[in-house]
């Protein structure tokens, strides 16, 4: 692959709702230009993108795969996202380090669910933006009703580039609004515009260039005074337009037929912003203030990590985009986050799975390389002299989670260090224990996201886990203040044991945690006993007296007891002190308390009635409902009991249209008739377990 610099370089991430085609359009772009000698097919598991196994079985896009094309003389670094919701995460990393989104619509659909939320994305990064309009030669494909979808979701102005020729199975080529010529066929065979298509292209002409002349004072003038823009002129427009975003573009393509794929590639071309055209971007610098990072070779070093890929045979590949400064293979960087220095072996530029290898990349380009010790994916690589670190992407907290828990002994020793290889893989998955129930949890975007990164842990990693609904981590307290005593007595032949112990347990304000008080005066237990007693104590306050969870916001008080010269001794208090509490305890009104969480839900207005009916059913307190843009956004607080599996149910009651996300708010007391279940199941678990 030959070297490419700066002003030569496009950054592009194709974006859209699942199956609008981006995969068959990354394949009919490399086939195009030459860099493959046939055409791989979803269908069959044979394009360059898809190469996962679970992506062949699955016949979709589950990782972002990286598609450089070679065209006139410039670098179209693609990278090709899944449009399936659970898969987010990789949508994020590949927007964070693009120039441009190509977001592709299906002209049946139109703008349907994926496409709004990948929208929106690029619009928190400010994104410059075109539009494809795929698969032109479905069945009831319709360009004009497609464009005007586009206008009423996003209020943009959707500009025409191009228009197609013909529709459905007679869709041949398109028309070039630029240049005003036909493009015939998959080798895009210059032509005339068909003659029932001259009106409404030299309509849909005055309309762009319209658009170009507003993207440039200059040529506002101009036209403004009558002129005629010239090609060169329209393109100049055009371009600063896009990258305002004030104009999006529309192209028409059928990957799966080739048609369009050229002309598409010569408007990115022409139109996309080089990493140059986008300028500098914002870093911390050294002494934590900000900087800019110009895109040039000779700026100092800052290239961010924007995707981590475990593979068993290469071991970890380390994607990078560079935004200051230039890499060459075989050389030493500084890690600013883990502040250690990395040693890069040689550097690649990736085609899906195939590496190929480069001596240098230059500013603004995309590249990987294997074997990075330290390196995770949001980190930033750079000169050691001049430490920087660039934001990385941020992604939305797990929504989903599932227990896991080995199939064999083989299995266990392997499944944390696994959990965290496919964790680092996939930012969007977290894992670790929960000590209140003593599980290890899994969590991602959605049970297919799960499902999907368990059965990678089988097929690359060798390690079988089953998965299960996780249990609840309730806490257990008191709600009044109670005293009793416990006397430890064991008198076995040799030396026996001895010890009383009187407490008095204190509920404490939530949060509060386990606090220890001594009052024992006139030395009735002598203070060397004191931490014996505490240790018994917090033997119970790990595994609770009522259902099994761990024993919070409560003071135990010792206030009396008595002790033998002889028989008292260390174990003797251990055993009272955890008694007298196991006994204090059931008599201060004992609790089960339960984890609420704040839950922000976005939903199209015409779902609200249902999302609303359906959150009284979970025991859910409505803080507030805002309308913005079409859209309700309802707060709540909800019991984590009622919220397992929230992710699947809302997809299923709004067309899979409704977003949401939570974090943990507060504990607060199970309602008794919902509490008895609980103990009940939790008596039976342990008995079970003693069998």
């Given at each position: 692959m030959k070297e490419y610099t700066t002003q030569n370089i496009r950054n592009l991430v194709l974006l859209g709702h699942g199956s609008s085609g981006k995969t068959s359009l990354a394949e009919a772009m490399l086939f195009a230009s030459g860099a493959t000698n046939r055409m791989g097919r979803v269908e069959d598991g044979t394009t360059v993108s898809d190469f996962d196994e679970e992506e062949i079985r699955r016949r979709i896009?589950?990782?972002?795969?990286?598609?450089?094309?070679?065209?006139?003389?410039?670098?179209?670094?693609?990278?090709?996202?899944?449009?399936?919701?659970?898969?987010?995460?990789?949508?994020?990393?590949?927007?964070?380090?693009?120039?441009?989104?190509?977001?592709?619509?299906?002209?049946?659909?139109?703008?349907?669910?994926?496409?709004?939320?990948?929208?929106?994305?690029?619009?928190?990064?400010?994104?410059?933006?075109?539009?494809?309009?795929?698969?032109?030669?479905?069945?009831?494909?319709?360009?004009?009703?497609?464009?005007?979808?586009?206008?009423?979701?996003?209020?943009?102005?959707?500009?025409?580039?191009?228009?197609?020729?013909?529709?459905?199975a007679s869709f041949a080529g398109v028309v070039d609004l630029v240049r005003m010529r036909a493009l015939m066929g998959p080798e895009a065979k210059v032509a005339d515009i068909p003659a029932d298509m001259k009106a409404q292209a030299e309509e849909a002409r005055v309309q762009l260039v319209e658009a170009a002349a507003e993207g440039d004072d200059e040529l506002i003038m101009k036209y403004l005074e009558g002129e005629e823009l010239t090609e060169e002129e329209i393109r100049r427009g055009l371009r600063a337009a896009i990258?305002?975003?004030?104009?999006?573009?529309?192209?028409?393509?059928?990957?799966?037929?080739?048609?369009?794929?050229?002309?598409?590639?010569?408007?990115?071309?022409?139109?996309?912003?080089?990493p140059a055209d986008r300028g500098p971007e914002k870093a911390e610098g050294p002494t934590g203030e900000e900087e800019e990072i110009e895109p040039s070779d000779t700026a100092p070093l800052a290239a961010l990590v924007f995707k981590t890929?475990?593979?068993?045979?290469?071991?970890?590949?380390?994607?990078?985009?560079?935004?200051?400064?230039?890499?060459?293979?075989?050389?030493?960087?500084?890690?600013?986050?883990?502040?250690?220095?990395?040693?890069?072996?040689?550097?690649?530029?990736?085609?899906?799975?195939?590496?190929i290898p480069v001596p240098r990349l230059h500013a603004g380009d995309i590249g990987a390389v294997a074997k990075l010790s330290e390196t995770i994916t949001g980190d930033t690589l750079c000169d050691r002299g001049h430490a920087v670190k660039i934001p990385g992407p941020v992604f939305p907290h797990p929504l989903f989670a599932v227990a896991v828990r080995p199939k064999s002994k083989a299995d266990q020793a392997k499944m944390a260090p696994t959990l965290t290889r496919i964790c680092e893989e996939d930012p969007t998955l977290?894992?670790?224990?929960?000590?209140?129930?003593?599980?290890?949890?899994?969590?991602?975007?959605?049970?297919?996201?799960?499902?999907?990164?368990?059965?990678?842990?089988?097929?690359?990693?060798?390690?079988?886990?089953?998965?299960?609904?996780?249990?609840?981590?309730?806490?257990?307290?008191?709600?009044?203040?109670?005293?009793?005593?416990?006397?430890?007595?064991?008198?076995?032949?040799?030396?026996?044991?001895?010890?009383?112990?009187?407490?008095?347990?204190?509920?404490?304000?939530?949060?509060?945690?386990?606090?220890?008080?001594?009052?024992?005066?006139?030395?009735?237990?002598?203070?060397?006993?004191?931490?014996?007693?505490?240790k018994g104590i917090k033997q119970v306050l790990e595994s609770g007296v009522l259902a099994g969870y761990p024993v919070v916001d409560v003071k135990a008080v010792v206030y009396d007891g008595k002790e033998h010269p002889v028989d008292s001794k260390d174990i003797a208090f251990q055993i009272a002190g955890r008694e007298a509490f196991k006994k204090v305890m059931l008599g201060a009104g004992p609790v089960l308390l339960e984890p609420i969480y704040k839950a922000v839900i976005t939903v199209p207005e015409e779902f609200t009635g249902d999302v609303m009916g359906h959150l009284n059913t979970k025991r859910a307190r409505v803080l507030g409902m805002e309308q913005q843009g079409g859209k309700s956004i309802i707060t709540a607080l909800v019991p984590l009991a009622e919220m397992q599996r929230y992710a699947t149910e809302l997809r299923s009651m709004t067309q899979g249209r409704g977003l949401f996300w939570m974090e943990f708010d507060h504990y607060e007391e199970v309602p008794p008739h919902l509490a008895q279940p609980i103990i009940e199941a939790a008596k039976r678990e342990r008995e079970q377990e003693r069998e």
């Open positions: 896009s589950l990782s972002m795969a990286m598609i450089p094309v070679e065209w006139e003389g410039c670098k179209l670094n693609v990278l090709d996202t899944p449009g399936y919701l659970d898969f987010i995460g990789e949508v994020i990393s590949g927007i964070r380090v693009a120039d441009l989104a190509l977001v592709l619509v299906d002209p049946v659909g139109g703008v349907e669910v994926g496409t709004e939320l990948v929208w929106n994305y690029a619009d928190q990064y400010h994104l410059p933006r075109m539009v494809v309009v795929n698969k032109m030669n479905r069945e009831n494909a319709d360009f004009a009703h497609t464009l005007q979808s586009l206008r009423d979701a996003f209020r943009r102005n959707f500009v025409p580039l191009q228009l197609p020729i013909g529709a459905q990258l305002k975003g004030s104009v999006v573009p529309v192209l028409v393509t059928a990957a799966t037929e080739n048609i369009g794929t050229r002309a598409l590639m010569d408007a990115l071309v022409a139109y996309a912003p080089s890929a475990a593979d068993p045979y290469v071991g970890k590949l380390t994607y990078f985009r560079i935004y200051g400064g230039m890499l060459e293979s075989d050389t030493r960087v500084w890690n600013s986050r883990a502040n250690t220095e990395e040693r890069l072996g040689t550097l690649y530029v990736m085609r899906g799975k195939e590496q977290r894992w670790r224990q929960e000590p209140g129930t003593r599980e290890t949890i899994l969590e991602g975007m959605g049970e297919a996201h799960v499902e999907i990164a368990v059965r990678r842990m089988e097929n690359r990693f060798g390690v079988g886990v089953e998965t299960s609904t996780p249990k609840v981590p309730y806490r257990e307290t008191i709600t009044r203040v109670h005293s009793d005593y416990y006397r430890h007595k064991k008198q076995t032949g040799g030396a026996g044991q001895f010890a009383e112990v009187h407490m008095r347990l204190e509920p404490l304000p939530r949060g509060t945690g386990f606090e220890y008080g001594w009052e024992v005066f006139g030395g009735a237990i002598s203070s060397s006993f004191q931490p014996s007693i505490e």
